[in-house]
């Protein structure tokens, strides 16, 4: 799929969702940054001995979390993500190009709400341990953004200042923890 990520080893390695977080932040009046996760996700990124690499990921609509739970209903509902119909965003890489030794772009194709896109996100490679019950680790901090309108999403108001209730962009945020398999 891509040139070799020559920092994160070779190996297929899985995220662990105990230690890992996929979150997204958005603007909320135009003044204030409300941020969100999702509690329930999987995804995996392997690096193949030829130096192919591939990542894929999804996410369960329904585990949307942002401290509020009236807000939370909301975005489940068919006004943002449609819960009932979309359960899974999902994530697919096209490409993956390294930068340079610790930063790559990770090219793919995501569907929300029933829509798929490409995407390109920038992945951060924070380190390779072992932890202390012998399992191999690496870390990764990933960030994108996506307009919520490119997936339908067009719920929203318009206040008397100029500014919109909720923004049209979204920050993607996930850090990351991944057990070689």
């Known amino acids: 799929m891509s040139a070799t990520v020559t920092s ?4 297929t390695w899985n995220v662990d ?14 003044i204030a940054t ?9 995804g995996s990124l392997t690096i193949a001995e030829d130096g192919t ?9 329904a585990s ?8 939370d209903e909301h975005l489940r509902s068919p006004d943002f993500f449609d819960a009932a119909t979309h359960e899974q965003i999902t994530f697919t890489s096209t490409a993956i190009t390294p930068v340079d030794d610790e930063t790559f772009k990770i090219t793919g194709d995501i569907t929300i709400h029933g829509i798929t896109k490409s995407i390109t996100l ?16 690496v870390g990764l901090s990933v960030t994108g953004q996506i307009n919520r309108s490119d997936f339908e999403m067009k719920f929203n108001q318009a206040l008397g200042s100029g500014n919109m209730l909720v923004s049209d962009k979204v920050k993607l945020t996930l850090d990351i923890s991944a057990v070689k398999a």
């Open 122 to 137: 920038e992945a951060v490679f924070e380190g390779s341990d072992t932890d202390p019950w012998g399992n191999d680790r």
């Open 34 to 42: 409300v941020k969100g996760k999702f509690k329930e996700f999987a």
């Open 64 to 71: 949307v979390d942002t401290n509020e739970a009236q807000r």
């Open 8 to 11: 994160v080893p070779t190996g």
């Open 53 to 61: 690499a591939t990542a894929s990921g999804t996410v369960q609509v």
């Open 17 to 30: 969702p105990a230690h890992s977080e996929v979150g997204f932040q958005v603007k909320h009046m135009g």
